[in-house]
């Protein structure tokens, strides 16, 4: 019985090293985890996307002298705050500030959004 307990414990031991405890925390599966980052990542895709459509049409607009006086300075002002709004999700997502990330995806969206109004209106 004693050199069965000498092979035993170690044994145990190994396997107590082998199992994580998570102590009551629910710790969600890895693929829900890679699910999110995608999710993240096609975010701040579409995030940049979508500013650089509304800076491209901005431009094509203010070449074809369609966009003068008050109006280019307001989509100037609204145009600066979407991109950097668009960095700050970049910068966010990049850093893992979930936080961050989601405050900065609304600020985007809503600046860009903004800027294609002042765009609609000076057609």
Same mark, same amino acid.
């Given at each position: 019985?004693?050199?069965?307990?000498?092979?035993?414990?170690?044994?145990?031991?190994?396997?107590?090293?082998?199992?994580?405890?998570?102590?009551?925390?629910?710790?969600?599966?890895?693929? *829900?985890?890679? %699910? &999110?980052?995608?999710? /993240?990542?096609?975010?701040?895709?579409? +995030?940049? $996307? @979508?500013? =650089?459509?509304?800076?491209?049409?901005?431009?094509?607009?203010?070449?074809?002298?369609?966009?003068?006086?008050?109006?280019?300075?307001?989509?100037?002002?609204?145009?600066?705050?979407?991109?950097?709004?668009?960095?700050?999700?970049? *910068?966010?997502? %990049? &850093?893992?500030?979930? /936080?961050?990330?989601?405050?900065?995806? +609304?600020? $985007? @969206?809503? =600046?860009?959004?903004?800027?294609?109004?002042?765009?609609?209106?000076?057609?």
């Amino acid at each position: 019985m004693r050199r069965l307990s000498l092979f035993l414990i170690p044994a145990l031991a190994a396997m107590a090293a082998c199992s994580v405890p998570t102590g009551g925390i629910n710790v969600p599966p890895p693929s *829900s985890i890679a %699910d &999110a980052t995608v999710l /993240d990542e096609k975010l701040a895709l579409g +995030a940049e $996307a @979508t500013y =650089a459509a509304a800076r491209t049409a901005m431009e094509f607009q203010v070449d074809r002298g369609q966009i003068t006086g008050a109006a280019a300075t307001r989509a100037s002002a609204l145009n600066r705050k979407a991109y950097a709004a668009t960095l700050a999700v970049r *910068s966010a997502y %990049d &850093a893992g500030n979930a /936080d961050g990330y989601v405050e900065a995806a +609304a600020t $985007a @969206t809503l =600046a860009t959004s903004q800027l294609l109004a002042v765009l609609r209106k000076e057609k």
